[in-house]
């Protein structure tokens, strides 16, 4: 079903092909939400109409019609993992890019959406007034192999009852099937007063590291892309809200933002309620090119991250047996603070960022048994309904100091630089690193670690990530691509691992229109 409506979207993008009108100054949005505008673009004249199927295809003309833009982004790959999992169709990175608790063995396989997000998209800009407009977007990412719409979520509950060792690729994620698991807002928009939108749309923070980040947030080669927790404040689902009201503002070299996301669970968020604010400018006049910097705060309440918990094995059963395992919804109140920095001489950028997240217990926890949520992909998450084969739980308490554990502090930094070879080719280069303190703090807790840092996920641990990519705009909307990432994870947040590393090497093609 989902695959016919992504057909009959495409059908309307061929209807449009061929109609007069013409988008305006937003053309340069041509990958969508995937690339965030933190300042006012410099005007740049509008691009040509396609007027027929051959012109779509090959020129950088645009399909739109009395100010009302389709545009989208195809971008399929193949690739191999020193240790991987199976490609999962509901996944939104489809591949295990980076090293996950599943990954564990050598696997060539597809690679979708490597290098950004494969989506189709509508984007409305009417004038109201000199100055003013009326603008929306609506947006949904998918899996160009599968066709499915990006829904992580369902690839976890997919996996209910699995043994590790036997699960496909899977994770959480703020994509949880919608049709609008992109973007869905609406807004108005002033030259002087700035842009006020509402409804589904990015948190600052996500904007903030597709902006910051040199690999802009790819799959394959960043872990700010791969793992949304960084731009969700401390949880991926909150890398989108559906219901927010977003502001911006612009004045010079200056920019300022602040969100608000409104209502609970029952209105498809993952939080009951978050605040952010940015801040951050231009500086044009500190040596030879353009200083970049932002400072993001992020504080949201009762958030919900998804994972597959459990023991992998237990006493009695032979060695190397693996046990199923049971969807868990880990609840807590998250604080992150981020700055991030640019700077843009000519063919070169080099970029800088550091973020700090806190996460401590929830406000409005789940004590009565059988309770629960339907989580952000329509599916019901209940407390203390664990069955023998693997079932759902809500933990609340994963931060209490009366369960044995204190407030969980993860920090991360990268750094990487984007360089410009020619005017269609560009080589980049990055690093990561990120890691939690140990919120353990009962005795037993505490000394297990001492003897082994992998023995509780509550142990202190890191990560590292190291990725380079070639990239080759061979054609106005085409560009073809190759990279690697090596990932590496110690301590506590190996914890359950059945391998440590993972090198991921991946090719691929992209078209976006």
């Known amino acids: 079903m989902r695959g016919a409506v992504i057909g009959v979207a495409c059908s309307g993008a061929a209807f449009l092909l061929c109609a007069p009108g013409a988008f305006g100054a ?3 949005l041509a990958q969508g939400s995937q690339v965030p ?6 005007p740049i004249p509008p691009l040509p109409i396609c007027s027929d199927i051959a012109s779509f ?44 608790k599943m990954n564990r063995t050598p696997i060539w396989g597809p690679a979708p959406s490597g290098l950004s997000q494969s989506n189709l998209g509508i984007q409305i800009k009417e004038p109201l007034s000199p100055g003013w407009a009326f603008i929306g977007q609506l947006e949904g990412g ?13 690839s976890e509950f997919d996996n209910i009852g699995i043994p590790l060792n036997q699960q496909s690729a899977n994770g959480d994620s703020a994509r949880a099937g919608q049709f609008y698991n992109s973007v869905g807002f609406l807004g108005v928009s002033s030259e002087r007063l700035g842009t006020i939108t509402v409804f589904r749309q990015n948190s600052l923070t996500l904007d903030g590291i597709l902006a910051y980040d040199p690999m802009v947030g790819a799959y394959a080669f960043s ?17 989108k809200y559906s219901t927010s009201v977003k502001y911006r503002f612009t004045y010079g070299g200056f920019r300022a933002a602040a969100l608000w996301q409104f209502g609970g669970y029952e209105l498809n968020n993952a939080s009951r309620g978050a605040w952010e604010a940015e801040v951050g400018g231009d500086f044009a006049n500190l040596g030879p090119g353009i200083l970049s910097l932002d400072a993001f705060f992020d504080y949201s309440r009762d958030d919900v991250a998804l994972s597959l918990l459990g023991p992998t094995n237990a006493q009695g059963f032979p060695s190397g047996t693996m046990l199923p395992q049971t969807l868990t919804a880990t609840l807590s109140d998250n ?4 700055v991030a920095a640019k700077y843009a001489i000519d063919r070169l950028k080099l970029y800088a960022g ?15 048994p059988g309770t629960g949520f339907t989580d952000i992909s329509g599916d019901f998450i209940c407390f203390g309904c664990n069955t023998a084969t693997g079932g759902t739980n809500i933990n609340s308490t994963a931060y209490n100091a009366s369960a044995g ?22 080589v980049v280069g990055a690093y990561y690193h990120y890691g939690q303190n140990q919120f353990a703090s009962s005795t037993v807790f505490v000394q297990d670690c001492a003897i082994a840092s992998t023995s509780k996920s509550s142990c202190a641990g890191s990560l590292s990530a190291y990725s380079g990519v070639i990239d080759w705009t061979f054609a106005p909307k085409w560009d073809t691509y190759i990279g690697t990432m090596f990932s590496q994870v110690d301590g506590g947040m190996a914890n359950g691992y059945l391998a440590r590393n993972n090198l991921a090497s991946t090719a691929g093609i992209r078209f976006r229109f």
């Open 354 to 368: 550091y973020e700090w997240m806190q996460f401590a217990p929830p406000s409005d926890p789940f004590t009565v």
């Open 37 to 42: 505008v933190l300042r006012a673009p410099a």
């Open 223 to 239: 872990p700010l892309g791969f793992n949304g927790a960084f731009a969700g404040g401390g949880d991926t689902e909150d890398a």
């Open 405 to 426: 554990f204190r407030d969980k502090i993860l920090q991360l930094g990268w750094i990487g630089a984007r360089y410009s070879v020619t005017d269609s080719v560009d």
């Open 335 to 338: 604080t992150a603070v981020m």
């Open 26 to 28: 937003d053309a340069n």
């Open 57 to 100: 295809f090959s020129s950088n003309c645009q399909a739109s019609w009395d100010g009302i833009r389709i545009y989208g982004i195809i971008d399929m790959g193949f690739g191999y993992q020193t240790h991987g999992a199976p490609w999962d169709p509901n996944f939104t990175q489809g591949a295990s890019y980076l090293i996950q």
């Open 142 to 154: 998918f899996d160009p192999y599968s066709l499915r719409f990006a829904n992580s979520p369902h």
